[in-house]
């Protein structure tokens, strides 16, 4: 087979058996080295990958990616006097006051045609309406603060809640008066279970009674208990959005809020650009009196950006670290090649005698020393994508739970993209780390080396 001479001498060295020892010590720990680094490279990013992949989803699966907020139905926060002498006499612990003690003030119900025209939007799978508000959830046993969201179960059958209920249905929010699906977390603290009754207090929204202004209150019964492993299972109580309104006092479904989930959360900022443009556009044509006027957008970073930030700069610092270690490794290739070009001066001198020129000196000392760093770069992106594949199996093989002995596994994401970038920047690595020698040597003058041969 044809090969260039300095390829052909440079393969010759590689596999030649005369170097010394300590040469070939230095050869083999720097192919080691390349292997070593890239393997762990590529079983860790792909592991923070997974961690990645899990926060998008137990976090962005239920956090809207993008909140639309004062849609247009404006409500009275608190009942005007007439209806305050009317509730007079009210009684705190009594189930029905809450179905009479409303405002009569009529609210136009503008949401449903603004969700259609949100659904049209790019990237945009799923608008669902909702309301909320801050609430203090008490059983028998403890009592914490919590956030109400008051959704319609028929818009959420895409959301992480319906996927993951570990006991009820959400959909029978609908169907049972004054009831709410917890998170299982939290149910534990309250040492409740499904079909027990519990106290919603809304601390910020009072009425009053006989004995003086009082928190709203409610007792709601448990129809469902879901578990998505965050923050979100001892912090989220869901209702039915008509008797959320009723507990805040407003008409109807009360909603005020959509909440879109995008392809990827982090298009989130791209399509509040484009859909603030143009709503301002068409409130330009209306005239400043449009519903439109009135909506604001807020994204998901706003509240937990910050941790996504953090994430990130963990995976990159993780990457600068064992980058590191395999650029230690593969300028070993450079203590190695430095030693083979003292003890071929000689070779050398005779090649350039011969006639070979400069740059082929340099293509033999650069094939020689990218055979040792192929090897190393091959075997490791190997060893590692096995390694990646088979991270729970091999951990349960031999003994290591780093998650505990429950049935939860690592999150383990294998991106090939990653894996040509590790081998690609391994490989430029252990180029860069050949040049100096091989300059070195094409520097050799032969009438100074052979003249003590």
């Given at each position: 087979m044809?090969q260039p001479?300095?390829i052909f001498?440079?393969l010759?060295y590689?596999r030649?058996?005369?170097s010394?020892?300590f ?6 720990f720097s192919?080691v ?5 890239v393997a762990?490279l590529i079983?860790?990013v792909?592991v ?5 992949g899990e926060l998008k989803?137990?976090i962005l699966?239920i956090i809207?990616?993008v909140?639309?907020s ?8 608190q009942?005007n ?6 509730k ?8 029905n006051n809450?179905d009479n003690?409303?405002?009569n ?6 949401w449903?045609a ?5 659904l049209?939007q ?11 508000t801050?609430?203090l ?9 919590v ?5 319609m179960?028929k818009f959420e059958q895409?959301?992480i809640i319906?996927t993951?209920?570990?006991s009820?249905?959400l959909d029978t ?6 009831s709410?699906?917890i ?6 603290k ?8 519990v106290r919603?207090?809304l601390p ?6 006989p004995?003086?202004?009082i928190?709203v ?7 469902g ?5 965050s ?8 209702i ?5 309104a009723?507990l805040?006092r407003?008409n109807?479904?009360g909603i005020?809020k959509l909440?879109?989930y995008?392809d990827?959360?982090?298009?989130a900022k791209p ?15 209306k005239?400043?009196n449009?519903?439109a006027?009135t ?6 970073d ?5 941790l996504?930030s ?10 600068l ?7 230690v490794?593969?300028f ?5 090649l430095?030693?083979v070009?003292?003890?071929k ?5 005779i090649l350039?005698?011969l006639g070979l020129?400069r740059?082929d ?6 094939t ?5 760093g192929?090897?190393?770069?091959c075997l490791?992106?190997?060893?590692g994508?096995?390694?990646a ?13 780093l998650?505990?002995?429950g ?5 383990v ?6 894996v040509l970038?590790?081998?690609v ?5 252990s180029f860069?780390?050949?040049l ?16 003590n041969?």
């Open positions: 044809f001479i300095s001498i440079g010759r590689s030649s058996k005369s010394t020892g040469v070939s010590f230095i050869t083999f192919t080295g390349i292997l070593l680094g762990s079983t860790v792909s923070m990958n997974g961690f990645e989803k137990r699966g809207p990616h909140i639309v004062d849609i247009g139905n404006q409500y009275n926060s009942p006097n007439n209806v305050i002498e009317q007079h006499n009210l009684v705190t612990n009594s189930d809450l003690n409303l405002d003030k009529s609210v136009t119900k503008s449903p603004l969700r259609e025209t949100l049209n790019p990237h945009v799978l799923h608008v669902s309406p909702f309301l909320e801050e609430a959830i008490q059983s028998s046993n403890a009592l914490q603060g956030l109400v969201q008051g959704i179960p895409e959301n319906n993951h209920m570990v009820g249905r929010l609908e169907v049972q008066p004054y709410l699906v998170g299982q977390s939290l149910a534990n309250l040492k409740v279970r499904l079909g027990d009754d919603l207090v910020n929204k009072s009425v009053f009674t004995m003086g202004r928190p209150q409610r007792v709601f019964t448990i129809v208990v879901f578990h998505i492993g923050q979100v299972d001892d912090a989220m109580v869901y039915d959005s008509h008797y959320a009723k805040l407003r109807g479904d005020d909440r879109l995008l990827d959360a982090f298009n399509v509040v650009s484009v859909l603030e443009e143009q709503f301002s556009t068409r409130n330009s044509a005239g400043e449009n519903l006027s909506i604001t957008f807020s994204t998901w706003e509240s937990q950006g910050a996504f953090a994430v990130k700069m963990e995976k990159n610092m993780m990457w670290m064992l980058s590191l270690i395999v650029a490794a593969a070993n290739i450079v203590s190695a430095v030693m070009v003292v003890e001066q000689a070779e050398i001198g350039r005698t020129a740059v000196i340099v293509k033999i000392f650069i020689q020393g990218m055979i040792n192929l090897w190393g770069v490791g992106g190997g060893i994508v096995l390694l594949s088979n991270l729970n199996d091999i951990m349960q093989l031999i003994g290591i739970h998650l505990g002995m049935l939860q596994k690592l999150p994401i294998l991106q090939w993209a990653d970038t590790i081998i920047s391994a490989l430029a690595m860069l780390a050949t100096y020698p091989a300059y070195q040597a094409s520097k050799t003058e032969p009438a100074q080396v052979l003249r041969e």
